[in-house]
């Protein structure tokens, strides 16, 4: 019973204050005056933030192709290189031989073959007015193929010299950042030393991160929608934003069985190398074009036990409490996913002076 009176006590209370408030309230020709504003569209950049780290999109292990003496190394430990600039020169004398070899050897096949074709000619002729025996010319037919044969095999292995001889100079496949040098100049290094030297692509560079897929789903629809409309921005270490925004460049091509989930690689430019590979970092993902919703000043909206509401005025300007599905906010709008639409007007100052169904004199104000 006890229970019951305080709770009619409490009922009481705040009816005899709401009263006394809406008594108190500024008033124009006996109406309550309040601001109102109409309800605006904004877009709904809905942003998820996940666990990404950054991988380069091309890394390159440098190792030797022949073996030498290190004369001359072209850059220096944690250089950005070019395309094909020098990285290490090796001894070429003995492969510079190898190609004056394979060229004599050349030379020399060329005059046997010579020799063989015009030897061949000769019997043949002398076959063909029976004047040489069957046995003969085709011995003579064999050298001159293996006259031949000997030739091609000169000309494969001044092929194999030259190769050799180009791969003394080490040059890079690719642009990038180097790390520290394997062998410095006066070493001497075969195809057995294993790698000499890494270059990591770093501009533009690209982080890795996954998302389930309900998220994928909920967000974009489909791995097409994604990959054009998705917006990727980065959390630094330090807190602070990474400049740049990121381009969806491709999803895997499977999902994860145990997480279900899939991972997505961006690409961001990466001019100052603010990006390091291994880095882990926040990911923030959007779409680049929100869904549009209405729109309320956040002093618009209200709560109480059953929901959040907001006081809607119609054309005489009688006020209706209606209860809404607020959506993402900022410090200057409120987005509303449901129950208010567009042109509808609502009040956005002096709340607390508004009773569901009276009238009120309203203000309206632009919101910035």
């Known amino acids: 019973m006890k229970k ?10 705040l009816t005899s ?19 109102a504003e109409k309800v605006t569209e904004a877009e709904d950049y809905e942003i998820r933030h996940y666990t990404g780290q950054v991988v380069s999109k091309s890394v390159v292990n440098i190792v030797a192709r022949v073996s030498g003496e290190i004369l001359e190394i072209g850059f220096k430990d944690g250089d950005v290189v070019r395309k094909g600039q020098m990285l290490y020169k090796l001894d070429p004398v003995q492969y510079e031989a190898a190609v004056k070899g394979a060229e004599a050897s050349i030379e020399k096949c060329k005059a046997e073959l010579t020799y063989a074709q015009s030897n061949f000619n000769r019997i043949n002729l002398l076959y063909q007015k029976q004047a040489s025996s069957l046995d003969t010319m085709e011995n003579a037919k064999a050298t001159l193929g293996a006259a031949k044969a000997a030739l091609l095999s000169a000309e494969a292995e001044l092929i ?10 080490i040059t890079a496949p690719q642009g990038g950042l180097v790390g520290v040098t394997a062998f410095t100049q006066g070493n001497y290094i075969t195809p057995n030393s294993g790698t000499l030297l890494t270059i990591i692509q770093v501009q533009p560079i690209r982080v890795r991160f996954s998302i389930s897929s309900a998220d994928l789903l909920v967000m974009f629809g489909s791995h097409k929608d994604l990959v054009k409309n998705g ?15 990121g381009e969806i460049e491709l999803l895997n091509n499977e999902v994860n069985s145990r997480t279900d989930a899939i991972q997505i690689y961006a690409s961001f430019p990466n001019a100052e190398r603010k990006l390091i590979t291994g880095n882990t970092l926040s990911v923030m993902l959007s779409r680049k074009t929100g869904k ?12 109480d036990t059953n929901g959040s509401y907001v006081y809607v005025l ?9 209860y809404v599905a607020p959506g993402n906010a900022t410090p200057k709008l409120q987005l509303i996913k449901e129950g208010l ?9 002096g709340t607390h002076k508004a009773l569901p169904g009276i009238t009120v004199e309203a203000n309206f104000e632009q919101k910035r």
């Not at 204050?17 to 601001?35: D, I, M, N």
């Not at 919703?293 to 709560?303: D, G, Q, Y």
Request: glycine share 6%.
């Open 4 to 13: 019951q009176n305080r709770k009619l006590y409490s009922v009481l209370f």
């Open 17 to 35: 204050l709401t009263l006394s408030l809406y008594a108190a309230a500024p008033r124009t020709g006996g109406k309550v005056v309040v601001g």
């Open 160 to 169: 194999t010299a030259k190769d050799n001889l180009k791969n003394t100079v």
């Open 231 to 245: 917006r990727v921005e980065l959390k630094l270490a330090d807190g602070s934003r990474f400049p740049e925004k």
């Open 292 to 303: 549009r919703l209405p729109a309320i000043s956040p002093s618009a909206l209200m709560h």
């Open 314 to 322: 119609d054309s005489a300007n009688k006020v209706e409490k209606r």
């Open 341 to 349: 639409k567009p042109g509808e007007t609502v009040i956005s100052k």
